[in-house]
Nanobody, 126 residues
Framework: QVQLVESGGGLVQAGGSLRLSCAAS????????TGWFRQAPGKEREFVAT????????YYADSMKGRFTISRDNNKNTVYLQMNNLKPEDTAVYYC???????????????????WGQGTQVTVSS
């Protein structure tokens, strides 16, 4: 069974940076895809970025390109989300998710994943 644990959230001023971590356990993740999503109060869960463990290929939501960077550390079984130049509208609970890679799934959609972490709160003050 896959376990995902997010950390690194907190309160930051606009223009600041945070790095979120998603520690994964329970599987060998070389054939997995891990994604970051976020959900603000009253809004649907929104795709942020995804990374494929096998070749480090990445994909971002258009609105996240240039400010957010997803990466992974194989030795630590951890995926990171570096967030720069944060804005108040980035305030949300950030979740990581994982699933075994298959061409059948849309990894930019929450439905593409079957394992989720508990989330970490990011609050950006103006």
């Amino acid at each position: 069974q896959v376990q995902l644990v997010e950390s690194g959230g907190g309160l930051v001023q606009a223009g600041g940076s945070l790095r979120l971590s998603c520690a994964a356990s329970g599987r060998t993740f070389s054939s997995y895809v891990t994604g970051w999503f976020r959900q603000a109060p009253g809004k649907e869960r929104e795709f942020v970025a995804t990374i494929r463990w096998s070749d480090e290929s990445t994909y971002y939501a258009d609105s996240m390109k240039g400010r957010f960077t997803i990466s992974r550390d194989n030795n630590k079984n951890t995926v990171y989300l570096q967030m720069n130049n944060l804005k108040p509208e980035d305030t949300a609970v950030y979740y990581c998710a994982a699933r075994y890679y298959s061409a059948l799934y849309d990894y930019s959609s929450p439905r593409g994943y079957d394992n989720w972490g508990q989330g970490t709160q990011v609050t950006v003050s103006s």
